[in-house]
């Protein structure tokens, strides 16, 4: 949009043998943009005696006006559209907005892992990772309490940074491993808020990276014990919040 601002109109009456009578207005045109335009119109009216011809002319004269006024309005606004919308494209690649998704996925398949912020799923962290080579066993580590009551899935985890920033350490955990068995019921899985020990060397252990960055070990899920055959499908969620979770789905074949 502009506005437009009339600076100055005046007429004058050359007193010669043709008794020319001139009229000038020019219009200054101010778009939103901070960009201005000035549009010139000149008419030169001869034999002002005759009121038929003025009145002929003044109406040329106010048309090519308002034309000129129409035509400049049109292309000022067509302007600060395409910068809007640039803008906007600009905006929208800034924020590399990324909606949950699902995906089956096989153990030694290199995928995209993802998280977003919650409420507008603003990317947060990019890793290409893959999983692999999955095995269950029991009685892992010095805690008798724990190998009473769970087995465990073990599954060796590459990964690399392929964001343009640091990823956070928490990004990803056992923790994202969801297990369910051939009726599509979950199998229960260690969830208490304490710490798990370190149940073997090489165990993978959380930790930030810069852009490039890798890590690498191997995952230990805690579940309920005499359960591992019963396992055929292993999700892994990108966010606890299910809204806001992408899913890669391993699929085991009984």
């Known amino acids: 949009m502009f506005k437009v601002h009339v600076l100055f109109s005046f007429s004058f009456l050359l007193n010669n043998t043709k008794g020319r009578h001139f009229n000038y207005t020019t219009a200054l045109l101010k778009q939103k943009n901070g960009f201005t335009i000035y549009s010139y119109i000149g008419i030169i009216y001869e034999h002002k005696h005759l009121s038929e011809r003025n009145y002929t002319m003044k109406r040329i004269a106010t048309g090519l ?129 304490s710490s798990l020990p370190e149940f073997m060397e090489g165990e993978f252990k959380g930790a930030k990276l810069r852009p490039n960055g890798k890590n690498e070990g191997t995952i230990v899920v805690p579940f309920a014990k005499d359960e591992g055959e019963n396992i055929s499908e292993i999700i892994l969620d990108t966010s606890a919040n299910a809204d806001n979770s992408s899913q890669f789905i391993f699929k085991l074949s009984k």
């Open 65 to 193: 006006l308002t034309l000129g006024v129409l035509l400049a309005g049109c292309s000022g606004n067509g302007a600060a559209t395409a910068n809007d919308t640039a803008k906007g494209k600009s905006e929208e690649t800034e924020r590399h907005i990324h909606e949950p998704t699902k995906q089956d996925v096989q153990f030694g398949e290199t995928f995209t892992y993802i998280t977003t912020e919650s409420a507008r799923h603003e990317v947060l962290d990019q890793l290409k990772m893959k999983v692999e080579n999955m095995r269950i066993e029991s009685n892992l580590g010095d805690r008798a309490e724990l190998n009473e009551e769970f087995d465990y899935l073990l599954l060796d985890v590459s990964m690399e940074n392929i964001g343009q920033s640091e990823s956070d350490d928490y990004t990803f955990s056992y923790r994202k491993f969801t297990l369910y068995n051939k009726n599509g019921m979950e199998i229960p899985t260690y969830t208490s808020t």
